[in-house]
Nanobody
């Protein structure tokens, strides 16, 4: 049974930083790719960043240069370091894992950016 536990959200002022974590119940090397999505109130869920088994990364344009996705295979954990946060980054952030086409999701962690 694959389980993803995402955590690390909170309330932060504009310009601040947060680091999200996604801990998997299985060896993350099994996954083709892992990533982070977010869903703001009244908006569709959007892809934020992905990292493949080989370590290749991709980012949505709006967060390039501010967010960094990384993985620690020994801890079966993927991270999203978020710097220079903006009010538009406010959303529930969900961890995602792709296992040969089967998708798994964390429950989400709330990120709120406000002064």
């Amino acid at each position: 049974q694959v389980q993803l536990v995402d955590a690390g959200g909170g309330l932060v002022q504009p310009g601040g930083s947060l680091r999200l974590s996604c801990a998997a119940s299985v060896n993350i090397f099994n996954f083709n790719a892992m990533g982070w999505y977010r869903q703001a109130p009244g908006k569709q869920r959007e892809l934020v960043a992905t990292i493949t088994r080989g370590g290749s990364t991709e980012y949505v344009d709006s967060i390039k240069g501010r967010f960094t996705i990384s993985r620690d295979n020994a801890k079966n954990t993927v991270y999203l370091q978020m710097n220079s946060l903006e009010t538009d980054d406010t959303a529930v952030y969900y961890c995602n894992a792709n296992l040969y086409g089967s998708l798994y999701w964390g429950r989400g962690t709330q990120v709120s950016v406000s002064s």
